[in-house]
């Protein structure tokens, strides 16, 4: 294959050199699926099933017991794994999202883990620390949401709910005596997380069928106009140009 012309110093090719490049060559040094995929499809399966209980969709004081391992395994492991794998992406805020909401799922099944063994009991004081634990997951979730602002509108729109969603949960937990679900802000809390939820099913799915049809299926409102145009082809092959030769930067 000929080599590109330089600017002349043998410095970096020129921009024509890089469309060259770019329609010749395949390279894959590693090539992983997007990580978020997993991660999202994790965190909407977890989020909607608790959420529609707290939401007084279904359920009773028992339910849970029945949701903690659930919850734990695909909200917590699969989202943690992602996390990884969004790190070894390069995508930092895939990385801290789902690994920071990966751990509390695993936190959350432990926690329920402890209450259906009669270990720990939930009143009181127990439900302000319980609070406090979605306070701190608002704060950082709504600074994922100013940076998801750069990526598209879909994850904007999951991590926004999301923080929302997380700070009427720690109100819920604090306010009230005795938190209740279906009641008061823990349903409020509840049904903005199912909108969380869906909205981190269409984005996973979004970027599922991008990957298997190699093509735009789904917009996910992304800020160039072939992003968001089903059939368009928006994945580079190599990304010469910011020195990452067979390697996709995030996802």
Do not use: C
Request: proline residues 4%; aromatic residues 12%.
């Amino acid at each position: 294959m000929t080599p590109p012309t330089t600017d002349g110093n043998g410095a970096q090719p020129l921009p024509s050199d890089v469309a060259a490049w770019r329609d010749r060559t395949r390279i894959f040094l590693r090539p992983i699926a997007a990580p978020s995929i997993l991660g999202l499809f994790g965190f909407a399966g977890a989020t909607f099933v608790v959420a529609a209980f707290l939401a007084g969709i279904y359920g009773n004081a028992d339910t849970p017991e029945f949701l903690f391992p659930f919850a734990a395994a695909f909200g917590g492991f699969a989202q943690f794994t992602a996390a990884m794998w969004g790190y070894i992406a390069r995508d930092g805020l895939a990385t801290a999202m789902h690994g920071m909401w990966g751990s509390f799922w695993i936190a959350f099944g432990v926690l329920f883990l402890l209450v259906s063994t009669g270990t720990l009991t939930l009143t009181g004081e127990a439900f302000n620390a319980f609070g406090f634990w979605f306070y701190a997951l608002a704060a950082i979730t709504a600074i994922g949401a100013v940076a998801a602002l750069y990526e598209n509108v879909a994850l904007t729109l999951v991590l926004a709910t999301l923080a929302i969603g997380a700070a009427l949960l720690g109100v819920g937990y604090n306010v009230d005596a005795t938190p209740v679900a279906g009641q008061g802000w823990l349903a409020a809390g509840g049904w903005v997380l199912i909108v969380s939820a869906v909205a981190a099913a269409y984005t996973a799915g979004a970027m599922m069928l991008e990957g298997a049809a190699h093509r735009v299926v789904l917009p996910l409102g992304k800020y160039a106009r072939a992003s968001n145009t089903p059939g368009a082809r928006v994945t580079s092959a190599i990304e010469l140009e910011q020195g990452e030769v067979g390697v996709r930067q995030g996802q």
